[in-house]
Every structure is written in C-alpha cells, then in structure tokens.
C-alpha cells in the first residue's frame, strides 16, 4: 500500500535518473519526500510576493455616499412622481432595503452612529453642540478602519457630521475637503457674476436658471471624479466617501430640476393630521421650515406645494450629481471591483402629520433609504423588507470587504440578506431622539428633558417617551404598520395594545439597556 502512494513520483528523477522512466531501478520514496518539501518551501517563500498580492488586488473599493435629508421619495421606492434615475440604476444593480432606519432623525448624531457604528446612547451624542472626537478621542470611523487595512481612504463634501470641528476625520489618506469654494446654501457664478432672477416665491426656495456647478454638490461630485482618476491608477483599493448636501433644505437648486416637475403633478399632502390619539410630545414646533416658536409663519397651499416642488428638485439635482460620479466608475472600469452604498443620514417630513422638517420617530424621519451594490453577490435588482438600520452599514462594508471587523461595533452584517432577500438578521431596529427636539440651545452641556425611543419591527411601531433623568414612562405609541402603515392611529391605550405592548417594551428595554454610556 505504501509503494503505490509514491508511484505519483514516478516521474520525478534527479542527476543520472531519466525523467518519464516508469522502470526506474532505484525507486527511493524518501526523495520523492524531499523533492516535494523542497517544491514546498519556495512556493512559501514566494507567497509574499504572490497570493498576497492577489489578495490585495481582490480587496473590493468601496464608494460611499450619503444624502443629507433623503426619504423614501424615489422611483426606487415607488414614489410615482420622483425624478430619480440614477439612483434607480443603482438600485437596479444591487439590493434596496425597503425597511432601514437611521438612529436618530438629525444629521450630527445620526452620521456619529453611523459612521462609527455605535448607537447614539452608547455615544453620548444627541445635539449638534457635542462632536464626536471630543468625546471619543480615540473613536474609528469607516474611513480610518479602511485604512487600517490597507486602502487608500477620503472624504469628500459632508460625510461625519457638519461644518468646523466635526469636519476633521482625524487620520484620513489625504485631509477630508468639503466646499471646493462654495458654501453649502448658496449659488455662486465665476468672477461673482450676478445671478439670474429667482423665480420662486417661498423664503426656502429658490429657482435660477443657473449651470449645476454654480452649487456646492456639483463641485463635491466633480472633485469625487477627479479623485477616482487618480485611484483607478493605484495598486491599492479605495474608501471613497462623499457626502451629498441636497436634498437638505434651502431648496435652491437649478433652474432645469425644478422643470422636471409640474406643480400641479406635485402631490397634495397624504395624512396632514396629526395621528389620532398621538402625545403633544411626539411633535416639535417645525423650527427648520416654518422659523422659530415666537415668529413662526404659516404655509399656505400655494407655499406647501412649493415647498414640497423644491425638496422634489432639490432631490433629482442630488441625483444627477450622483450620477456623474456612478457614470465616473462605470468609465474608469471600476464598476466590477467596487461596492456601492447609498444613504439617507434621516429622513424628512414635508407636511404629513403636521410635522414640516424632522426630529420625529415617525416613519418619515425614521426611515431611510439604503441600497447596496455589491458585484458578485446576490441578485441583482433586488427588494427585501428585512429590518436594516444605518449602524449595521459599517460591519456589512468590512464583510464585503473581507477585514475583521472593529471591536466596538453594535451592529449586524447584513451580507446574509445581499445573499438572499428573503433572510433577516435582525427582528427590530432602533429610532430615538429628545425633546426638547432641540434643546441644545442650553449649550454643549446641556442634556434633554426627555428621550423618545422607538421600536420598529416587521408590524408595529411602537414608542415610548421616558423622562431622560429617571427613566420613567411619560408617553406611549403605537402604530400597527401592517393595516395602518401612514401611522394615523395611536393604539396605545386601546384593548388591542394590552396584549401587544408588553413583549414590545421588553425588547425596547433590552435594546436600550445594552446601548447605555
């Protein structure tokens, strides 16, 4: 038995033996043996420079691009009159995640999450006066993880939190750059020529017929391009992340994406009530819109419908700066090598619920959307209503990516559903956000009278209000996504909810325990 194992070494001679002489006379199996080790011991030596280097060439890029105020309003998502086809060619080329939703419905905290893939509990970080770096000197973003392991990492426009400190990544391959020159809410011509009229009327809006590089995305997308020349020509793989302003208010964008919608095609307000039963609690006094508490205007239709064709423009000009940048990778031939990923840092309200802005856990703040496109993996074109939320972006990306992910991470991979959309890896996902919706006027000292928290699960939404110091319950919802998925209806309080509401608030609690400072 031993003597027919090494007749694979029949063939292998040395010095006076004959290669291919099936007859050799002096079989020694212990050459073959050291024939063999020998064969082993350079192609170890040669690793190195081989297999390791096919395996940083594999390593995929990631493009990561988030949208300041984005909701659910594209063609992808179903919404009939949106103007959004790039996006919906992403969409048509990876996985849309129809159920996803960011951590708190403001874009510092929110992108602080993400970004670090921690909950804003964990953090500490709920206003826009506390950065993420004062507080966790030594925090790891998507970016500087990549980088850790090998890519060449950037940040382009507004990707972690906003403008000033928040700005500074810390450790990125090249310093993160955000205007190009322009400020974020303003046009602006070469040689400071004057602008074209305004043909809009609301204070939110305005309409000029200007060429899209009078605004700040428009130069955020064509350095991203710029920027993807020059990596397409290095070794290594890249982490691109550009932040894109619109669909953010003001809503001043070109003249032409205003004309891609008529007024009249503009939707009228779905549900401009306030949910029946719902707390005084649960809403806010619409500071980002309607101005402040002690001289707020009121909208009249002509206004809300403005307003409404302003976020509709304001969202196909983000569109098609994006598109310049997906047409860039598909260019450059990096599209096969390259994961895509597209977010909303919180979603926005535009008059449902009597709520203009966000900072509400409704699902028009609550829900974002997500696609991914990952080559190789899943179908392509695919929708699932998985539970997803923004957090689990950062431990997917190192998935696909094939790094270890960071220690700190509270989130979920969701490669399981790329791979099939009818999995899920998770029954519920997390929304909060306080009240005073924005109570850090006191300072960055101050702290929150009260957290809200919402819990969302395949069927219900359901919400508690708990005083921020004690912990007790002041306020509680209850929407039953499944018949009444506009949340017109406060269950809690009626006889359906006593059976329903107490595994729901067990898991609530759970979630919040482990997500505590």
Same mark, same amino acid.
């Given at each position: 038995m031993r003597n027919s194992c090494w007749r694979k070494c029949d063939h292998v001679v040395s010095n006076d033996k004959k290669?291919?002489?099936?007859?050799?006379?002096?079989?020694?199996?212990?050459?073959?043996?050291?024939?063999?080790?020998?064969?082993?011991?350079?192609?170890?030596?040669?690793?190195?420079?081989?297999?390791?280097?096919?395996?940083?060439?594999?390593?995929?890029?990631?493009?990561f691009v988030v949208f300041d105020d984005l909701n659910n309003r594209l063609g992808c998502y179903g919404d009939p009159v949106a103007k959004s086809p790039n996006l919906d060619r992403l969409a048509a080329r990876g996985t849309v995640f129809t159920r996803n939703f960011c951590q708190q419905p403001i874009c510092g905290p929110s992108r602080a999450s993400f970004m670090s893939g921690r909950r804003p509990d964990s953090l500490g970080i709920w206003s826009m006066t506390k950065y993420l770096y004062d507080l966790h000197p030594d925090a790891v973003t998507m970016p500087?993880?990549?980088?850790?392991?090998?890519?060449?990492?950037?940040?382009?426009?507004?990707?972690?939190?906003?403008?000033?400190?928040?700005?500074?990544?810390?450790?990125?391959?090249?310093?993160?750059?955000?205007?190009?020159?322009?400020?974020?809410?303003?046009?602006?011509?070469?040689?400071?020529?004057?602008?074209?009229?305004?043909?809009?009327?609301?204070?939110?809006?305005?309409?000029?017929?200007?060429?899209?590089?009078?605004c700040f995305d428009a130069v955020s997308a064509s350095l991203a391009i710029t920027e993807l020349r020059a990596l397409a020509k290095k070794p290594e793989p890249f982490f691109l992340a550009l932040g894109i302003f619109k669909p953010h208010s003001p809503y001043k964008v070109p003249k032409r994406y205003w004309d891609m919608y008529r007024r009249e095609d503009i939707p009228a307000i779905e549900?401009?009530?306030?949910?029946?039963?719902?707390?005084?609690?649960?809403?806010?006094?619409?500071?980002?819109?309607?101005?402040?508490?002690?001289?707020?205007?009121?909208?009249?239709?002509?206004?809300?419908?403005?307003?409404?064709? #302003?976020?509709?423009? $304001?969202?196909?000009? !983000?569109?098609?700066?994006?598109?310049? /940048?997906?047409?860039? &990778?598909?260019? *450059?031939?990096?599209?096969?090598?390259?994961i895509v990923v597209i977010i909303g840092d919180n979603g926005f309200h535009l008059g449902?619920?009597?709520?203009?802005?966000?900072?509400?856990?409704?699902?028009?703040?609550?829900?974002?959307?997500?696609?991914?496109?990952?080559?190789?993996? #899943?179908?392509?074109? $695919?929708?699932?209503? !998985?539970?997803?939320?923004?957090?689990? /972006?950062?431990?997917? &990306?190192?998935? *696909?990516?094939?790094?270890?992910?960071?220690?700190?991470?509270?989130?979920?991979?969701l490669v399981p559903v790329l791979k099939d959309a009818c999995a899920s890896v998770k029954t519920a996902a997390l929304t909060q956000h306080p009240r005073p919706a924005l109570y850090w006027g006191g300072g960055p000292q101050a702290l929150p009278q009260v957290m809200g928290y919402a819990l969302k699960t395949d069927r219900w939404s359901y919400h508690e209000w708990r005083d921020f110091k004690t912990g007790s319950v002041v306020a509680t919802e209850l929407y039953d996504e499944k018949t009444d998925p506009l949340e017109t209806v406060n269950l809690a309080g009626t006889e359906e909810a006593k059976a329903v509401i107490p595994p729901l608030a067990a898991q609530l609690n759970a979630m919040t325990k482990r997500t505590k400072p």
């Open positions: 290669i291919g002489n099936k007859k050799m006379k002096n079989r020694n199996p212990f050459f073959c043996l050291q024939f063999f080790c020998r064969i082993v011991f350079i192609a170890l030596l040669l690793t190195p420079l081989t297999t390791l280097q096919a395996a940083d060439a594999k390593k995929p890029n990631v493009l500087q993880w990549f980088m850790q392991h090998g890519y060449t990492a950037m940040s382009i426009g507004k990707v972690l939190g906003g403008y000033g400190k928040e700005a500074d990544f810390k450790t990125l391959s090249v310093p993160d750059r955000r205007t190009g020159g322009k400020t974020k809410d303003e046009f602006a011509l070469p040689n400071s020529s004057p602008l074209p009229p305004n043909l809009a009327k609301d204070l939110l809006c305005e309409n000029r017929d200007v060429p899209d590089d009078a549900t401009p009530a306030r949910p029946r039963n719902a707390p005084e609690i649960a809403f806010h006094a619409n500071h980002e819109v309607l101005g402040e508490p002690t001289a707020q205007r009121t909208l009249n239709e002509e206004a809300r419908r403005e307003i409404r064709h #302003g976020y509709y423009a $304001a969202m196909s000009f !983000a569109d098609a700066q994006f598109g310049r /940048v997906l047409d860039a &990778l598909d260019e *450059l031939k990096l599209r096969d090598n390259t449902e619920h009597d709520v203009w802005g966000k900072m509400t856990l409704f699902g028009w703040d609550a829900r974002v959307p997500l696609i991914i496109s990952a080559p190789g993996i #899943g179908k392509v074109g $695919a929708k699932t209503s !998985a539970i997803s939320e923004l957090i689990d /972006v950062f431990p997917t &990306l190192t998935d *696909l990516s094939g790094l270890p992910p960071p220690p700190q991470l509270e989130a979920t991979s």
